[in-house]
């Protein structure tokens, strides 16, 4: 079993910055690799919206709305995701949710984080 463990959420003004950090991890022995990742996000009453993807390549999407402010990146050698997230506006209070393309040995899957909560005050 692989989980996606997030962190970095909390309560920010507007202006201000914040690091999300989303890690795999997996009982000893259980072979797995990450290929693509993504951070989602979901503002009450809304529906969950793409945020930003990184590839195994490392290319990289974002929103229209994040552009130029959100950067997505990955180190592989933790099998983590960040999103680095400046000049943060009100509208960007969501809850944030990393998602993974993962390989095991039982095949092709994907995988959603816990989400964490981030609260940008105007």
């Known amino acids: 079993q692989v989980q996606l463990v997030e962190s970095g959420g909390g309560l920010v003004q507007a202006g201000g910055s914040l ?3 989303c890690a795999a991890a997996a009982a000893a022995g259980s ?4 290929n693509a990742w993504g951070w989602y996000r ?9 945020v930003a993807t990184i590839t195994t390549g490392r290319s990289t999407n974002y929103a ?5 402010r959100f950067t997505i990146s990955r180190e592989n050698a933790k099998n983590t995701v960040y999103l680095q ?4 506006k009100p509208e960007d209070t969501a809850a ?3 998602y993974a ?8 899957g994907s995988l ?3 989400g964490t909560q981030v609260t940008v005050s105007s």
């Open 42 to 50: 979901q503002a009450p009453g809304k529906q969950r919206e793409l």
């Open 64 to 68: 229209d709305s994040v552009k130029g």
């Open 85 to 88: 997230m400046n000049s943060l």
């Open 96 to 98: 944030y949710y990393c």
């Open 101 to 108: 393309e993962i390989w095991t040995i039982a095949g092709q």
């Open 19 to 21: 690091r999300l950090s």
């Open 31 to 34: 072979a797995f690799r990450i």
């Open 112 to 114: 959603w984080g816990q």
